[in-house]
């Protein structure tokens, strides 16, 4: 059962945008902070954004002020808006369920130079 369903990922030229949303129940983003991580080919998976339920947000150093995560429960989506996009922001997108340990399948964003 897919309990996290990802979508909107795909290929872009740097300095594109792009919007990757994460579906789920309104009881899994009640109880749960939800993250945003991101695996690039031959590295280790990395953490990207994180919303808590109460909607406190933090992201990582490399895409603050590019990237934004946000919740819209009455849609029970978070989503994840990527601005101006490097090269090096290339990697599997995974949606994260904190304290239920859930994941969602990866979504492939592809940007090229």
Do not use: H
């Amino acid at each position: 059962q897919v309990q996290l369903v990802e979508s909107g990922g795909g290929s872009v030229q740097a300095g594109g945008s792009l919007r990757l949303s994460c579906t789920a129940s309104r009881t899994i983003l009640d109880n749960n902070s939800m993250g945003w991580f991101r695996q690039a080919p031959g590295k280790e998976r990395e953490f990207v954004a994180l919303i808590t339920p109460s909607g406190v947000t933090t992201e990582r150093d490399s895409v603050k002020g590019r990237f934004t995560i946000s919740k819209y429960i009455w849609e029970n989506t978070v989503y994840l808006q990527m601005n101006n996009l490097k090269v090096e922001d290339t990697a599997v997108y995974f949606c994260n369920a904190i304290q239920d340990c859930l994941w969602g399948q990866g979504i492939q964003v592809t940007v090229s130079s």
